[in-house]
Every structure is written in structure tokens, then in C-alpha cells.
């Protein structure tokens, strides 16, 4: 069991223990492009994967206020190679570093911004591990250097290869393991019994479309009206599709992507 925050609160609603609560039905099934050849890769992270950390917060917060400015020398582009992504290897194109690294965009400095961008001074092809909805994934990257010795990672694949690419909602509640047909996701715990009561339990519920599965929970028993920590723990629940998840999403009941590493 994993707690994830806690706020104090109460409890607005009793549930009889002898009907489930109310479904949670969860979001519309996403309309992701299953059949595509390579799978879009559905990155849930930063496009700016932080390799070897800032080595100071003042290079930290210009990043973060100011983005980065290329002061070194363009390398050369390679040239098409293939690639394993969580689909199989493919044959793909890499993006100039110059390319790579005007996609992440720089956030505007705002009035009392005081922090400059930070300096890149070198850049050299590579890879970096990425977070993916499939898990943390290696991906061709454009390395580069800072003028403190940092390093930071941009992938060098092009924007087309990527699924809604910088618009991708995470799920902050819910992770999973697994392949095929039976999966593990971590999802909120039942409510914490008021005294005197029965605790309840929760149970998952899956629906699933041709493009995506829905995994949500109700839960069973009685919730009383009594004031509690709403500590936010999360439990893990067997799931069992009725075919294999494939190249599905795997979303939860807010619509955010969750991220599923394979056994």
C-alpha cells in the first residue's frame, strides 16, 4: 500500500453496505491510433530529460523560467537508423540538434524574471531514457552540455512519431505491471471505516474499446459521514482484460495515460 498525499476532511456520503457505491464510468474511450505503424510513442514525462542533475538552483530556475540558448558548435545530423521502440524496431529519421531543441520551446520571461537561459555549450547524439506509457523507454536523444557541466536530454526523433505530443495527461494515481490479458494497477485504497463500521472494499472495473481500456474502482460497503485523513493510498488489483491490452492506452477514470511496465 502506497500513500500519496493527505488532507483532512469528511466524508459527504453513506453508502449501505449492501449495494456498491455508485460506478465511477470514467472518460469516453481514447481515440488512439492502434493500427499505426510504428506505434506513436506516448510520452507522459518532460521532453527535457534531466540526465546528470543542475549543479545549482540558480541553473535549475533559469531552465525552468527562461529555457536554453545553443552557444556551441552544430553537430552533424545522423543519419536514418533503426530503432526499437515498445512496438519493434523501426526505421526512422533523427531531427537536427538545433531542431530537437527549439521543439522544447522556451517559456517567455515574464516581468521579474531575473534568471538568464541556460548556456548550452556542446551537444553529441545519444540516447536518454524517457518516460513512456509503456514505462521508462531509451530513445535517440540530443545530449546537451550546460556551461556548469550538467547535462540534459531532448529526444531526436520528430514531433510526428509522438502521440498528442507536450498535451498527454498523466495519471497521478494509478500505475500498472503486466502483459497480455492480466495486469497489476495500483489504484486508490477503500476509504478509511468510520467508527464502529464494517470497513469497506474497493473493487477495480475495467471497459474496455478497440483503442483504449478504462481501469477504475467502486467501492463496496459502507462510507459513513465521519470526519477522516483523507490519505490518498493506493492498493494494487489483479485486472484481467478480455484480450490482450496490445497497443491500447491504458487510461484511468480522469483520462490520464497510465503507465504500464511489462513483467
Known sequence: MLAVTAVLAGCGATHDAASPAPLVTGPAP????????????VLLGSRVEVVDGYRSGEEKLGASESGFEFVGTPPATPEPATVTLPDGPAQLAFVPAADALQAVGAPPRGKGQQNAPVRLVSAEFGTAEFTTDRGRWPLPAWRFTTEAGSVVATPALSPDLFWRLGEVQPAVTANATGDGTDLTVSMPAPPEPCPGDEPARN?????????????????????????????LKLDPYPVRLAKPLGNRLLVDAQGGVVAVTTR
Do not use: M, Q
Request: with cysteine.
Open 30 to 41: 481514447v481515440d488512439f491510433p492502434v493500427t499505426a505503424k510504428p506505434r506513436p510513442i
Open 203 to 231: 473493487e477495480p472495473v475495467v471497459s474496455e474499446s478497440e483503442t483504449s481500456v478504462t481501469v477504475t474502482v467502486r467501492t463496496i460497503g459502507k462510507v459513513g459521514d465521519c470526519p477522516r485523513t483523507l490519505a
